[in-house]
C-alpha cells in the first residue's frame, strides 16, 4: 500500500512506513489508517515516537532497544475524554487525556502535524459522543402468543325425535343457557395538557461564532496573543 499521503507535512518516509506496517498488522475489519505524525527533535532522532490515528482508535508509538522492540499504547475513540496541544520553540507537546487513565504526552510534534492531529482527533470525539453515530445491539424478544381457545357456541339442547314404530318419544325442552359476563371497561387515562412550546433563540451568525471560537482557543492557551490578535483583527475586517 502507498504511504505518499502519510508524507504531507514533511514525515520522514522511512520511519513512516515502518510504523505503517506495524500497525496495519493491527487494524480490524472497516478499519484504517488516516494520518501519522513523527516527533522531530532538533538533534537528530533515528527512532522518533509517533502518533497514528485511525478511524476507530489512536496508536501512540514508541520505539526501544535501538528500534528492536516498540511499546505500544492504544485507545478506542470511547477511553478518551480529550486532547490538547501546547505550541512551543521547537515544536508542540501533543496530550492525550484518557477518561481512566494518566495522560500522554509526545513532545517535540511539528506545529502543522500537531494542528492536524487535534482536527481529527476532535472531529472523531464529537462523532464518538454523538448518539447518531453509536451502534447499539438490541436483543428483541418476540413474546409467545398464548393459545387461544374458542369458546364453543351453546348448542341448542331441545330435540324433537320422531319415533319409529320400535322407539319410545322423548323430548328436552326450555333449557337455560347462562348469559355471557362481560368485562367493566377501563377509564381511558385523560392525557396531561401539552407543554409550552419553547421558542428557539436565534442563533449566532457565523462571524460571531468564529470570533467565539478563535477566543476560547487563546483562553485554553492553544494560540499565542500574537495570533489570537492577528487573527480576530482579519475576522472583524470581514464586517
Not at 492536524?116 to 448518539?131: F, G, R, V
Not at 319410545?168 to 401539552?194: C, D, G, K, Y
Request: aromatic share 6%; hydrophobic share 35%.
Amino acid at each position: 500500500m502507498s504511504i505518499a499521503k502519510f508524507l504531507q507535512d514533511g514525515q520522514d518516509p522511512k520511519v513512516v512506513e515502518r510504523i505503517h506496517d506495524k500497525i496495519v498488522d493491527m487494524l480490524t475489519s472497516g478499519e484504517f489508517i488516516q494520518y501519522i505524525a513523527l516527533q522531530k527533535k532538533p538533534a537528530v532522532t533515528l527512532l522518533p515516537d509517533s502518533i497514528t490515528v485511525s478511524n476507530k482508535r489512536i496508536f501512540l508509538c514508541e520505539f526501544t532497544k535501538l528500534g528492536l522492540a516498540t511499546n505500544f499504547e492504544i485507545f478506542a475513540w470511547g477511553d478518551i475524554k480529550d486532547i490538547a496541544f501546547k505550541e512551543e520553540i521547537f515544536g508542540s507537546k501533543v496530550t492525550i487525556i484518557p477518561i481512566s487513565d494518566e495522560n500522554l504526552t509526545i513532545d517535540y510534534i511539528p506545529k502543522v502535524q500537531a494542528r492536524k492531529l487535534y482536527q481529527l482527533i476532535k472531529e472523531a470525539l464529537e462523532q464518538a459522543n454523538n448518539p447518531v453515530f453509536k451502534i447499539e445491539t438490541e436483543t428483541t424478544v418476540t413474546p409467545v402468543a398464548a393459545p387461544i381457545h374458542e369458546t364453543p357456541a351453546p348448542q341448542d339442547h331441545t330435540a324433537t325425535h320422531t319415533p319409529s314404530a320400535n322407539e319410545t318419544t322423548f323430548e328436552i325442552t326450555n333449557l337455560q343457557v347462562p348469559e355471557e359476563v362481560h368485562p367493566t371497561p377501563e377509564p381511558t387515562p385523560v392525557q396531561p395538557p401539552l407543554a409550552a412550546v419553547s421558542i428557539p433563540q436565534e442563533e449566532d451568525d457565523e462571524l460571531t461564532l468564529k470570533l467565539k471560537k478563535l477566543k476560547n482557543l487563546y483562553d485554553r492557551q492553544l494560540i499565542t496573543q500574537a495570533e489570537y490578535e492577528t487573527k480576530k483583527t482579519d475576522l472583524l475586517s470581514q464586517l
